[in-house]
C-alpha cells in the first residue's frame, strides 16, 4: 500500500504526521468531485478544484491527524478551494440574469400558501421519520443529491455558499453583485424548495423508493 | 399574528442573522398555535444540520455511504 507523507523543505522525520492512504484519497475523488459540481455547476471546474484540493491534501499530510477522518479532513480543504473559486473568479455570469430565469420558479413558492397567507392544505409540511435515522441513511442521501441538483442554478449557488461554505449573507452578496433582499429571498425559496423536495422523495413515506 | 407564509419567511432568515427579539416572540407565539409551522421549523434544522454533514463529507449516497471511512 502506497503510503503519502508531505515533503516538506526541511524533509520531515518519518512519523511526524499520520500517513495518508493514496488509495483511501482516490476513493473520495467521485464525492469531491459530485460535492464541486452541486456548487459550480459545471464538470470541468469542479474537476480543477478537486485536482486541487487533492494536491493540497497530499502536499499537508502531515496536519492530517490520524483521528479525524480522513475524508472529513479533505472535504475541509475542498471546501477552501471552493471558496477560493468563487471568490476569484471572473464573474461572466450575471446573477440579475439568472435570478430571471429562476422567477417563474417563485410561482410553484406562491402555491403552497392560500391567500390569506396559511398553508394549502397539500402543502402542509408532514412528519418526517427520525433526523438522526435518516442522516446515516443511504436512501436520504440519495435524494438530498437529487433535490440539490434540481434546484435553480442561482438558487442552489447562493444556498450552497452559505450552507456548505458558511458564506455570511453580507458576503454573498458583495461577492454575486445582489441585493441583501435579493439574497434573503433567494435563500428562503432554495429552503422551502428543498424541503417539499426531501418530503416527496423520503419523508413522507419512509418505503417510496425514488 | 403573522401568517404562516410571513413565518416561514422568519424560520429561514433566523439561520441565516440573529432575529429581533420581536421576530423571536412572533415565530413562538405562532408556532405554538400552528403544528404546521412548528414542524416546518424543526425542518428547516434539519436541512441546515443535513447541509454541514453532507459539506463535511459525512453524508453519501456513494457506495462507502460515506460513513464506512475510517
Known sequence: ?210 | MLTCKEVTVLCSLELDQPLAIREKASILAHTLMCASCARFREQMTTIHRAMETYADGRGSSGTDAGMGDS
Open chain 1, 1 to 210: 500500500m502506497r503510503l503519502i507523507r508531505s515533503r516538506s523543505p526541511s524533509d520531515r522525520a518519518e512519523g511526524a504526521g499520520p500517513a495518508i492512504d493514496a488509495r483511501a484519497l482516490a476513493a473520495l475523488r467521485d464525492d469531491m468531485v459530485r460535492f464541486a459540481v452541486l456548487q459550480l455547476r459545471n464538470r470541468a471546474a469542479a474537476e480543477d478544484v478537486v485536482h486541487e484540493a487533492i494536491e493540497a491534501a497530499i502536499r499537508r499530510a502531515d496536519s492530517f491527524e490520524g483521528g479525524a477522518s480522513l475524508k472529513t479532513w479533505v472535504f475541509a480543504i475542498l471546501r477552501n478551494r471552493i471558496v477560493d473559486h468563487l471568490r476569484q473568479r471572473d464573474r461572466t455570469v450575471s446573477m440579475s440574469v439568472l435570478i430571471e430565469d429562476d422567477d417563474n420558479w417563485q410561482d410553484g413558492v406562491d402555491q403552497l400558501f392560500a391567500e390569506h397567507g396559511g398553508w394549502r392544505p397539500e402543502f402542509r409540511p408532514a412528519a418526517w421519520p427520525n433526523p438522526e435515522q435518516a442522516l446515516s441513511s443511504r436512501q436520504f442521501w440519495v435524494v438530498f443529491e437529487t433535490c440539490l441538483e434540481h434546484l435553480p442554478e442561482a438558487t442552489a449557488r447562493v444556498f450552497m455558499m452559505r450552507e456548505f461554505l458558511g458564506f455570511e449573507t453580507e458576503e454573498i452578496c458583495t461577492t454575486l453583485s445582489i441585493t441583501p433582499g435579493n439574497c434573503h429571498v433567494i435563500l428562503h425559496r432554495a429552503r422551502l424548495k428543498l424541503r417539499s423536495c426531501l418530503e416527496s422523495g423520503w419523508g413522507r413515506t419512509g418505503e417510496l423508493e425514488c
